[in-house]
Each structure stands twice: as C-alpha cells, then as structure tokens.
C-alpha cells in the first residue's frame, strides 16, 4: 500500500513571497489532516477535511494561509505572503475515517515539506 | 494546563532499557498515543492505548496509563541502534463536536553504543 505522499520535500523562499504544498493522502481515506511541526515541537494541526468539506480550521491562520481538497482526494496548502514564522515542517496525515467510536483511527503521515523562510 | 509535557531528551545504553514519560492535559481523553519520527520522515504509530486500560504491552513495547495522574510512559525493552529518534505522546482530546491529536514536545532517544 503506497503511503502519503507529499511535494515538495524542500523548499526555500524569502518572507513576503508565497508557497503552495501538496499532499496525495493513501488511497480511499477519506480524513485529510495538514499539521505545522516548527522545530522542537510537536506537530500542531492547521486544518482537517472529511472528504472535501473542512471539520476544523480554527488553528489556521486564514489571513495567510488556506487550503483545499477538491475532489477529497489530492489537497493544496498554500502561504501568502509567507513570514518568517512560518519555517516549519507542514506534514500531511490522512486517515480511513473521522474520529468516533471505539476505532483508534490511526492518522497515516507523509515525509514532510520543510519550509525555510528567509 | 493545555500542553502535552516530555522531557526533550534521554539518553540510554544499547541493550539497556528506555522509559520515555509524558504529562497530558485532558482527562477524558479517549485514546494516547505514541508516534517515532527518524530524521526526514514523517511520525509513525508505534503504539496506542485505550483511557479504560492502564497497561498494554506490545513485543519490545510497554504502555503505562496512570489516568489519575494524567501521566503516560512507554517502554522499549532490549534498545537498538535503530530505536533512535524522537517519540511524541499525544492525547486525542473532543473538540467542538470533533475530535483531535494533541502532541507532546517530543523525546529524542539516543543509544549510547
């Protein structure tokens, strides 16, 4: 079973300019989840989608950043005008389900985009 | 308080036992979870428990759940070379008619030869 995948591993932009992420979550999730991990910390969630609606966004900081999952499937997360602040790593989770019930819904992680602002 | 706490860092001998301890916040937390992250990848379950147990052992791992004290601990029996990397505690915490994973500041393990 392929994992999720994300693109770019690596990026590098001076504050001001802007990025856009991507995120391919394994097949048949149907729960997205876009997380900031800044360095020595743990990750924090920024957005969730249940298939292509969003069920939380209240950590994102929406004068900036915004994200989508069209077709709940591949989703985007994009920073503009990025900070420097915003170096971080933005790791992408998906999971089978949303939360509930006596599953342990495991969330699956992609490698990570490492974001250097300059 | 509403963080999740870890010491940042433990240091063990190859073949030693390592004990990673965490602090969580909610109470009615339903599940606890510990990921193992390996430089430049992502977070990998390595085990969970559930609020009603308080110990679960799987092969080389032991959970402990000390509900009263909201504290959480995870044994690695035997420790490896490539048990090395950093392992984050989180709690899933409702949220609003949701659910979410709050994580720890994480743990980095390092094997002394």
């Known amino acids: 079973e392929a994992g999720v995948a994300q693109s770019p591993r690596y990026k590098i932009i001076e504050k001001r300019q802007s990025v856009a992420f991507w995120c391919n979550p394994i097949?048949?999730?149907?729960?997205l989840y876009w997380y900031q991990q800044i360095l020595g910390q743990g990750p924090k969630l920024l957005i969730q989608?249940?298939?292509?609606?969003?069920?939380?966004d209240s950590q994102l900081p929406k004068d900036r950043f915004s994200a989508e999952r069209l077709k709940g499937v591949d989703s985007t997360l994009k920073i503009q005008p990025a900070k420097l602040e915003d170096s971080a790593v933005y790791l992408c989770?998906?999971?089978?389900?949303?939360?509930?019930?006596?599953?342990?819904?495991?969330?699956?992680f992609g490698p990570g985009t490492r974001l250097t602002v300059l | 308080g509403e963080d999740v706490e870890q010491s940042l860092f433990l240091s063990v001998r190859e073949g030693d036992s390592s004990v990673i301890n965490c602090t969580y916040t909610?109470?009615?937390?339903?599940?606890l979870y510990w990921y193992k992250q390996e430089p430049g990848a992502g977070l990998q379950l390595l085990t969970y428990?559930?609020?009603?147990?308080d110990m679960k052992q799987d092969q080389r791992l032991t959970v402990l759940l000390n509900k009263k004290d909201k504290h959480l601990s995870l044994r690695i029996a035997d420790t490896q070379t490539g048990d090395s990397a950093i392992y984050f505690c989180?709690?899933?915490?409702?949220?609003?008619?949701?659910?979410?994973?709050?994580f720890g500041t994480g743990t980095r393990l390092t094997i002394i030869p």
């Open positions: 097949s048949g999730h149907a729960t």
């Open positions: 989770a998906s999971s089978l389900d949303i939360w509930g019930g006596s599953s342990y819904n495991e969330q699956f």
């Open positions: 909610d109470s009615s937390s339903t599940y």
């Open positions: 989608f249940q298939n292509n609606g969003v069920v939380d």
């Open positions: 989180a709690e899933r915490r409702a949220n609003f008619g949701n659910e979410k994973l709050t």
């Open positions: 428990i559930f609020s009603n147990m």
